[in-house]
């Protein structure tokens, strides 16, 4: 299976849950929230549609970013929302499909999610169909 393979299916999931209309204006690079106007509700729609389209779970086996920050992080510094620099750093080995110039001082929790692109979900689907199916994808994009 190809990169590009997962990233066409991703676009058309995206194209029909949010009702894109435009599909030249969807790219690997695109942020779901900002970009292409997901709303959190959206998100389980689309994971959801994932899992059908690729037979695979997408949640399954590994921690979250935020079962990462709430383990590594103390009351006090959760209560501030933002997450703390020792924490911060590690963001990008967690998240290594994201730019790493977009872990900066103040990012908060609720931030997170405004991060996601299109390539993280392309990501997660590969993570998965490694993981849960023993295919390798190749990274042709």
Do not use: C, W
């Not at 995206?14 to 969807?26: A, P």
């Amino acid at each position: 299976m190809k990169k590009s393979e997962i990233f066409e299916t991703v676009k058309n999931v995206l194209i029909d849950t949010l009702g894109i209309e435009d599909e030249n204006e969807v790219y690997l690079e695109s942020k779901l929230i900002e970009d292409l106007g997901a709303e959190s509700i959206d998100f389980l729609d689309i994971m959801a549609r994932l899992e059908r389209r690729f037979d695979v779970s997408l949640s399954e086996d590994e921690e979250s970013v935020e079962d990462y920050i709430m383990k590594n992080s103390s009351e006090e510094e959760l209560e501030t929302g933002v997450i703390p620099s020792h924490v911060l750093k590690d963001l990008p080995k967690l998240m290594p499909e994201l730019d790493p110039d977009e872990f900066v001082e103040g990012l908060t929790f609720n931030d997170i999610p405004r991060l996601f692109t299109i390539n993280s979900l392309v990501y997660a689907v590969t993570l998965a169909m490694k993981k849960q199916k023993n295919i390798e994808v190749e990274n042709d994009i």
